[in-house]
C-alpha cells in the first residue's frame, strides 16, 4: 500500500510502499478516505510528543471504510463510514468510566504517534476509536471534524459553558479550529468578535459567522475589544493559538466572570505567558482543554449532519503532496482546515 512515511525528526515525509496492516482480534482495519492536515502535525513531525517514534506514518483525522475486523470486534462491520477518535485510552481509569476519557491517567499515546495513522491507504486502530459517520457526512469533512469541530464542541460545552448572548472572543477565527470555534460558538447563540493577521483570512471568519473581526496587524486587539464591548469585556475568550502573546490578550479581554480557554498550544519563543494575577480577580477564570471525548465526537458529527456547522474544508491535496500541503499548514498560509484525499 502507498504510505507517507516520517522517518527522521523534522524531516520530510516519504511515500513508500509499505504491507497492508493485519488485523488483532481487537482491532479494526480502515481503508483511509481523507485524513486531514492540521498544525498539530507540525509538532509532531517535530519529535515533540513523547509517543512518537520513528519512522511513523502519521495523520489522524481520518475518515474511511472498515475493510476488516478482529475476531472479538462487534461493534462495526466491513463497509461501514467512519471516523476515528484521536487517543488511545485505557477505558478503566477513573476519567475513563466518568465521561473524561480525554485525561486518561494511562493513555498510550495517539493515533499517528504510538500507531500508525492515516497517511496511507490502510490503517489499523483499537475497535473503541472507531466512531460511525452519519449519512450526509463527507469522509474529509467527518474526518476533520472528529478534531476540529469535536473539540471546539467541548470547550463550548464543558470548560467555557457558552451560554445565549454571550461575548465570545476567538484567537485565530480563520485557522482550522477558530473557524469552527466560531461557528460552534453562534450555534449557543453567542456574539462572536474574531481576530487574525490578515484581511482575507477575516473574511473567512465572517462568512462562518463571526459578527465582527479584528485585524491584529494593523490594531492593538486588546483596545479594539474594549471599543467592541463598551470597556466590558468579552465573556469567553477562546485562543486557538495558545502563545504568550495571544494569552495575554485573552486575559485583558475578559470581562468579570470572564473565562480564557488555552485551545491552541504554541512553542518556541513566544510559547512562556507572564501577567498579572489581579487580571483574574473578579471571577475570571483561565483553564485549558485536552482533546474531547467519544460522545463529543458523536455531537459533532450531529451538528455536521444537521447543517448548524460546516466542516470548512477548503483545501485538498492527494496523497503523494503531503508535504507541500504541511509546509503551507505550518506556515498559516491557509485558511480553515485542509486535508489528503485519497482514491
Same mark, same amino acid.
Given at each position: 500500500?502507498? /504510505?507517507?512515511?516520517?522517518?527522521?525528526?523534522?524531516?520530510?515525509?516519504?511515500?513508500?510502499?509499505?504491507?497492508? @496492516?493485519?488485523?488483532?482480534?481487537?482491532?479494526?482495519?480502515?481503508?483511509?478516505? /481523507?485524513?486531514?492536515?492540521? %498544525?498539530? %502535525?507540525?509538532?509532531?513531525?517535530?519529535?515533540?510528543?513523547?509517543?512518537?517514534?520513528?519512522?511513523?506514518?502519521?495523520?489522524?483525522?481520518?475518515?474511511?471504510?472498515?475493510?476488516?475486523?478482529? &475476531?472479538?470486534?462487534?461493534?462495526?462491520?466491513? =463497509? +461501514? !463510514?467512519?471516523?476515528?477518535?484521536?487517543?488511545?485510552?485505557?477505558?478503566?481509569?477513573?476519567?475513563?468510566?466518568?465521561?473524561?476519557?480525554?485525561?486518561?491517567?494511562? *493513555?498510550?499515546?495517539?493515533?499517528?504517534?504510538?500507531?500508525?495513522?492515516?497517511?496511507?491507504?490502510?490503517?489499523?486502530?483499537?475497535?473503541?476509536?472507531?466512531?460511525?459517520? @452519519?449519512?450526509?457526512? =463527507?469522509?474529509?469533512?467527518?474526518?476533520? &471534524?472528529?478534531?476540529?469541530?469535536?473539540?471546539?464542541?467541548?470547550?463550548?460545552?464543558? *470548560?467555557?459553558?457558552?451560554?445565549?448572548?454571550?461575548?465570545?472572543?476567538?484567537?485565530?477565527?480563520? =485557522?482550522?479550529?477558530?473557524?469552527?470555534?466560531?461557528?460552534?460558538?453562534?450555534?449557543?447563540?453567542? !456574539?462572536?468578535?474574531?481576530?487574525?493577521?490578515?484581511?482575507?483570512?477575516?473574511?473567512?471568519?465572517?462568512?462562518?459567522? /463571526?459578527?465582527?473581526?479584528?485585524?491584529?496587524?494593523?490594531?492593538? @486587539?486588546?483596545?479594539?475589544?474594549?471599543?467592541?464591548?463598551?470597556?466590558?469585556?468579552?465573556?469567553?475568550?477562546? +485562543?486557538?493559538?495558545?502563545?504568550?502573546?495571544?494569552?495575554?490578550?485573552?486575559? &485583558?479581554?475578559?470581562?468579570?466572570?470572564?473565562?480564557?480557554?488555552?485551545?491552541?498550544?504554541?512553542?518556541?519563543?513566544?510559547?512562556?505567558?507572564?501577567?498579572?494575577?489581579?487580571? #483574574?480577580?473578579?471571577?475570571?477564570?483561565?483553564?485549558?482543554?485536552?482533546?474531547?471525548? *467519544?460522545?463529543?465526537?458523536?455531537?459533532?458529527?450531529?451538528?455536521?449532519?444537521?447543517?448548524?456547522?460546516?466542516?470548512?474544508?477548503?483545501?485538498?491535496?492527494? #496523497?503523494?503532496?503531503?508535504?507541500?500541503? %504541511?509546509?503551507?499548514?505550518?506556515?498559516? /498560509?491557509?485558511?480553515?482546515?485542509?486535508?489528503?484525499?485519497?482514491?
Amino acid at each position: 500500500m502507498r /504510505a507517507m512515511v516520517l522517518t527522521e525528526f523534522g524531516g520530510r515525509f516519504e511515500l513508500q510502499d509499505l504491507p497492508v @496492516p493485519e488485523v488483532a482480534a481487537n482491532e479494526v482495519r480502515i481503508k483511509v478516505a /481523507a485524513c486531514g492536515v492540521g %498544525l498539530t %502535525l507540525k509538532h509532531i513531525r517535530q519529535g515533540e510528543s513523547r509517543w512518537i517514534t520513528v519512522p511513523r506514518v502519521m495523520g489522524h483525522e481520518v475518515g474511511g471504510v472498515v475493510d476488516e475486523v478482529g &475476531a472479538e470486534v462487534a461493534s462495526c462491520a466491513p =463497509g +461501514d !463510514r467512519v471516523a476515528v477518535y484521536l487517543y488511545l485510552t485505557c477505558g478503566d481509569c477513573e476519567f475513563c468510566v466518568t465521561g473524561r476519557e480525554s485525561l486518561c491517567v494511562v *493513555r498510550g499515546g495517539s493515533v499517528g504517534t504510538a500507531i500508525n495513522g492515516g497517511f496511507a491507504e490502510y490503517m489499523t486502530v483499537p475497535a473503541r476509536n472507531v466512531i460511525p459517520i @452519519p449519512d450526509g457526512v =463527507g469522509f474529509a469533512e467527518a474526518g476533520v &471534524a472528529a478534531d476540529a469541530v469535536s473539540t471546539p464542541w467541548h470547550v463550548a460545552t464543558e *470548560r467555557a459553558k457558552i451560554k445565549p448572548n454571550d461575548l465570545v472572543l476567538v484567537i485565530g477565527a480563520a =485557522g482550522g479550529l477558530g473557524i469552527h470555534m466560531v461557528q460552534v460558538a453562534k450555534a449557543f447563540g453567542a !456574539r462572536v468578535i474574531g481576530t487574525d493577521i490578515a484581511d482575507d483570512r477575516l473574511a473567512a471568519a465572517r462568512e462562518y459567522g /463571526a459578527d465582527d473581526t479584528i485585524n491584529v496587524s494593523e490594531v492593538d @486587539p486588546v483596545e479594539a475589544v474594549m471599543h467592541l464591548t463598551e470597556n466590558m469585556g468579552v465573556d469567553v475568550v477562546v +485562543d486557538t493559538i495558545g502563545s504568550g502573546t495571544t494569552m495575554k490578550v485573552a486575559i &485583558a479581554s475578559l470581562a468579570r466572570a470572564g473565562t480564557a480557554v488555552q485551545l491552541g498550544h504554541h512553542t518556541g519563543d513566544d510559547s512562556d505567558v507572564q501577567f498579572d494575577i489581579a487580571q #483574574l480577580r473578579h471571577g475570571r477564570t483561565f483553564t485549558s482543554v485536552s482533546y474531547c471525548t *467519544r460522545q463529543h465526537v458523536r455531537e459533532a458529527f450531529e451538528l455536521l449532519r444537521r447543517g448548524m456547522v460546516r466542516a470548512a474544508v477548503l483545501q485538498t491535496y492527494p #496523497l503523494e503532496q503531503l508535504n507541500e500541503a %504541511l509546509a503551507l499548514v505550518e506556515e498559516s /498560509a491557509l485558511i480553515g482546515r485542509t486535508a489528503v484525499v485519497l482514491d
